[in-house]
């Protein structure tokens, strides 16, 4: 079984992209806009419980307060427990400060440049707890 992943962005060019190089690396993927979920167009809670994610990817955008209040709400939600996260920006620095995170939280500063993907795919990994080196796609369907 391919570790599942759920991204979640309201990026035109990054969701896809995203969910691209996750699935092409061996990942089952999940995507969704944020402010479809922020409006309930689309349940958070449904997602998370029917999709079952190990981990969540969530660009920080402006308006980063936006994000953060989102980043917060998705992580007080109980169906979000257990899961890893990993946070995406473009401009990392001013997403953790403007989204009110911890200094220490880490922020990958996504330019969709190859190393960015490569590091993507490294903290993914991390967070779905896969070991270094294992074949993401051995017992894949």
């Known amino acids: 079984m391919r570790p599942r992943v759920l991204v979640l962005s309201d ?75 990993v946070l995406v920006s473009a401009n990392a620095r001013a997403a953790a400060r403007l989204a009110g995170l911890d200094p220490r939280e880490p922020v990958l500063e996504l330019l969709l440049a190859p190393e960015d993907l490569a590091q993507l795919v490294t903290r993914v990994a991390a967070a779905a707890r896969v070991p270094a080196g294992e074949d993401l796609h051995a017992g894949s369907p």
Do not use: I, M, N, W
């Not at 699935?23 to 995507?31: K, P, S």
């Open 11 to 85: 990026s035109e060019e990054l969701l896809p992209e995203l969910t691209k190089v996750l699935d092409r690396v061996g990942f089952e993927t999940g995507c969704a806009r944020v402010a479809e979920l922020e409006r309930d167009e689309v349940d958070l809670g449904t997602l998370l419980h029917g999709f079952d994610p190990q981990v969540v990817v969530l660009e920080l955008a402006l308006p980063y307060a936006r994000s953060g209040a989102f980043l917060r709400e998705l992580r007080a939600r109980p169906e979000a427990h257990g899961r890893g996260v």
